[in-house]
C-alpha cells in the first residue's frame, strides 16, 4: 500500500532534486517566497501548459489573455479591493504576534476544519466576536490580544521618477481584473459571442498575515483564472459545467480521486453579490483539517462589471481628489449601466444586458504542490528503498532519460544520437555516470516515466530497451521504433 506522504519528505525531494528552493536563501531566506529550480520550472511550466490546454486550446469559447501587473488605481478602488482587501488581524499583547484573527484557535476546543477565505472586512468585523478564549499561536497566551484591526493586504510601490507626479500604485493581488478590464477590447478585437471567456494566467501578490506550508500559501504566486461570460439566467448551468470540468482536470491529470472534493461554501461565506461558490478541496499532508482550497469556482453575477462601469464614471472625480482613491466614491449603484462601454448587445436577440460571470480560479503554485504530493510515493524494491514520483506523462518535467550502459564500446556515441532525435519533440535527459540501476533511480525519484538504454545488444541488433517507471517492466524495441512508442505512450 502507498506511503501516506510527509510534507517534510516533499520539502526534502524539492530541495535534493532541484524542485523548489528557499528564494534568496545564500541570504538566508526571504519568508515565504520560493524559486522553482531545473526540474520545478519544468513541472510548473507543464502544470500550465495542462491548464491552457484544456481551459482554452481545446475549447472554441474560450480566449486567451495576458494584461500587465501594475494597474490603474481606479480598477482596484471599482473591484473593492482598495476598500475592502484586508484581513481581520489581532495582536498578542505578550509576545506581539499578529495573527489573523480567523485562524485563531479557541482554547481546548477541537480542531475545525480550517477555511481561510480572505472576507470582506466588514464580514470579517462581524466574525471578530470575543477574542477571550482563543489561543495565541506563537506563544500560547490566552485571552491577550489587541482590539482586531484591518491589515491591508495589497503590495503598493510608486510609479514615475518624480516626485511631483509619481503615484502610489498596487500589484495586483489576483489577475481576475485585468480580464474585466480588457472585456470591451476583446469584444471588439474577436469575434467572441456570449457565452464566452477569457482566460489568463498570471503572477499575483498579497501580504499575506501568515503564510504557510511551503508554497501553499506564499506572498507571491501565480494563478490561473477564467471569467466566463454568460447571459443572466443561464449562469446556473454553467455554474455547474464548469465545477465539472475543473474537478475532471485534476483527475485526467492523475490525481487521486480520493484526494479531492467539493466545498460548498455556505451562504454567510459568500461574497454579498456572489450566487454560489464552491472549492475544489485536496487532502494535503498538513493543517488541522487537512482538506485545503485548491481552486475556487464563483458565480460573480454581474458585479465586476457593473462595478468597472460605475468606476469608469467616477474617473473625473479621481483627478479632482488629486488622485487620492480614499476620498472617492464610486458612482451611484442604481445607474443605468447596461449602456456603458461593458454591456453586451445580443444581434439575435436584440437586448442589450451586463454578462453573468462564473470564475473558476486556480493557484498554479498549490497545484503544481498538490500534483507533487499526490505523486509522491516510496516501495520497497529487493530490499532497497526507492522513491518515485509517479507523474502523469503531461506533467513529467523530463519525458525520457537516455542511458549508454557503460562509458564505452561505442554506446555513448549511439545513446548520444538518440538523445539528440528525442529531444526535438520533447525533454529529455543524456546521462552516462555511475551503476546504471542508480541512474534509474534517479529518474524515478524526478518523475521521468521512461528510460532508454543502449547496450551491448544495441551494437548488434540495433535495439535498446525501454523501462517503465512505475512497472519498472523493460521492453526491448528497435531504435528506429523508439520515437513512435514514446509519443504514442506519453500522449504527446
Ligand atoms: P485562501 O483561502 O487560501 O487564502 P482565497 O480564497 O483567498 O485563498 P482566491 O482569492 O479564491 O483565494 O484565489 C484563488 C486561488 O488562488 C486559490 O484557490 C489558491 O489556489 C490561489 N491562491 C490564493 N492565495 C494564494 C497564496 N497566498 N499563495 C498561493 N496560492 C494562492
Redesign the pocket.
Known amino acids: 500500500m502507498a506511503k501516506i506522504t510527509k510534507l517534510d519528505d516533499i520539502v526534502s525531494l524539492c530541495k535534493r532534486r532541484g524542485f523548489i528552493f528557499q528564494s534568496s536563501e545564500i541570504y538566508g531566506g526571504l519568508a515565504s517566497c520560493y524559486d522553482y529550480g531545473p526540474l520545478g520550472v519544468e513541472l510548473k511550466n507543464n502544470v500550465k501548459k495542462a491548464w491552457w490546454k484544456s481551459v482554452v486550446q481545446m475549447r472554441d469559447d474560450v480566449v486567451g489573455i495576458d494584461c500587465s501587473i501594475l494597474m490603474h488605481p481606479m480598477v482596484w478602488k471599482s473591484s473593492g479591493h482598495a476598500d475592502k482587501f484586508a484581513d481581520l488581524i489581532a495582536e498578542c499583547k505578550k509576545c506581539n504576534t499578529r495573527t489573523r484573527v480567523d485562524h485563531l484557535q479557541e482554547n481546548a476546543a477541537e480542531q475545525t476544519d480550517e477555511?481561510?477565505?480572505?472576507i470582506a472586512i466588514d464580514a470579517a468585523m462581524s466574525q471578530a466576536q470575543d477574542l477571550n478564549n482563543k489561543v495565541c499561536p506563537a506563544c500560547g497566551t490566552v485571552g491577550q490580544f489587541t482590539e482586531p484591526m484591518p491589515f491591508k493586504l495589497m503590495f503598493e510601490t510608486k510609479m514615475g521618477a518624480n516626485i511631483d507626479d509619481s503615484m502610489t500604485i498596487q500589484l495586483r493581488p489576483?489577475t481576475a481584473q485585468g480580464i474585466f478590464a480588457n472585456f470591451r477590447n476583446v469584444l471588439d478585437t474577436t469575434r467572441v459571442k456570449i457565452p464566452f471567456g477569457i482566460a489568463q494566467i498570471g503572477k499575483?501578490f498579497?501580504n499575506?498575515v501568515t503564510?504557510k506550508a511551503f508554497?501553499?500559501?506564499?506572498?507571491e504566486?501565480e494563478?490561473a483564472?477564467l471569467e466566463f461570460f454568460c447571459e443572466p439566467g443561464t449562469d446556473e448551468g454553467w455554474f455547474e459545467h464548469w465545477k465539472q470540468a475543473r474537478f475532471n482536470w485534476y483527475i485526467n491529470l492523475g490525481m487521486k480521486k480520493e484526494n479531492l472534493r467539493f466545498r460548498e461554501h455556505d451562504p454567510d461565506e459568500l461574497a454579498h453579490y456572489a450566487k454560489g461558490c464552491v472549492?475544489v478541496e485536496y487532502k494535503f499532508p498538513f493543517g488541522s483539517g487537512d482538506w485545503?482550497?485548491?481552486?475556487?469556482i464563483?458565480n460573480r453575477t454581474d458585479y465586476d462589471l457593473r462595478q468597472h462601469q460605475r468606476g469608469i464614471r467616477t474617473l473625473n472625480k479621481w483627478y479632482e481628489n488629486n488622485r487620492d482613491l480614499s476620498k472617492i466614491q464610486l458612482a451611484d449603484e442604481a445607474g443605468d449601466y447596461n449602456k456603458g462601454p461593458l454591456s453586451y448587445f445580443d444581434e439575435t436577440k436584440k437586448v442589450r444586458y451586463i454578462p453573468y460571470v462564473i470564475e473558476p480560479?486556480?493557484?498554479i503554485?498549490?497545484?503544481a504542490l498538490a500534483y507533487l504530493v499526490d505523486a509522491y510515493d516510496e516501495e520497497e524494491v529487493r530490499g532497497e528503498t526507492r522513491n518515485l514520483l509517479r507523474f502523469h506523462p503531461a506533467l513529467a518535467p523530463v519525458k525520457a532519460a537516455i542511458f549508454p550502459l557503460v562509458k564505452k564500446e561505442g554506446m555513448p556515441e549511439v545513446a548520444l544520437n538518440i538523445y539528440n532525435e528525442l529531444k526535438k519533440y520533447f525533454n529529455c535527459f543524456y546521462d552516462e555516470k555511475g551503476a546504471v540501476g542508480r541512474r534509474y533511480r534517479r529518474q524515478d525519484e524526478a518523475g521521468t516515466p521512461f528510460c532508454v538504454t543502449v547496450d551491448g545488444q544495441t551494437l548488434e541488433d540495433n535495439t535498446v530497451t525501454v523501462r517503465d517507471r512505475d512497472s519498472m517492466e523493460q521492453v526491448r524495441l528497435p531504435t528506429d521504433k523508439i520515437l513512435t512508442y514514446l509519443r504514442e505512450k506519453l500522449d504527446l
Do not use: C, P, V
Open positions: 477555511h481561510t477565505e480572505h489576483e499575483s498579497r499575506e503564510t508554497i501553499f500559501r506564499t506572498r504566486f494563478q483564472e472549492d485545503q482550497e485548491l481552486e475556487g464563483a480560479s486556480a493557484g503554485d498549490r497545484s
